[in-house]
């Protein structure tokens, strides 16, 4: 079993950035790939970024590419979302979520946190 808890969450300009952190406990982490998804008020959840055990091949959404930064840090169980030049179509409740092996796909995906709420005023 996987625990994860998502924080960093809140309220910013457009423009303004914001770094979520998910810390895991419980099964081996830096065995583990790690995704962050997110699901807008009445829109499916939706994949936003992914990275693999080791760090290297972080993968995004166009959507976010070149203005998200995801990096995990093994020895504190915690991997990040570093968001920047937020936009209002960014709102939503941000999950992070590990897997076995880095995918896009959701159900692939063992353990979910809580969510966290971003919210981006125009």
């Known amino acids: 079993q996987v625990q994860l808890v998502e924080s960093g969450g809140g309220l910013v300009q457009a423009g303004g950035s914001l770094r979520l952190s998910c810390a895991a406990s419980?099964?081996?982490?830096?065995?583990?790939?790690m995704g962050w998804f997110r699901q807008a008020l009445g829109k499916e959840r939706e994949f936003v970024a992914s990275i693999t055990w080791s760090t290297a091949y972080p993968d995004y959404a166009d959507s976010v590419k070149g203005r998200f930064t995801i990096s995990r840090d093994n020895a504190k169980n915690t991997v990040y979302l570093q968001m920047n030049s937020l936009k209002p179509e960014d709102t939503a409740v941000y999950y992070c979520?590990?897997?076995?092996?880095?995918?896009?796909?959701?159900?692939?995906?063992?353990?979910w946190g809580q969510g966290t709420q971003v919210t981006v005023s125009s």
């Open positions: 979520a590990a897997a076995p092996t880095r995918t896009r796909i959701q159900r692939l995906y063992d353990y």
């Open positions: 419980g099964r081996t982490f830096s065995n583990l790939a």
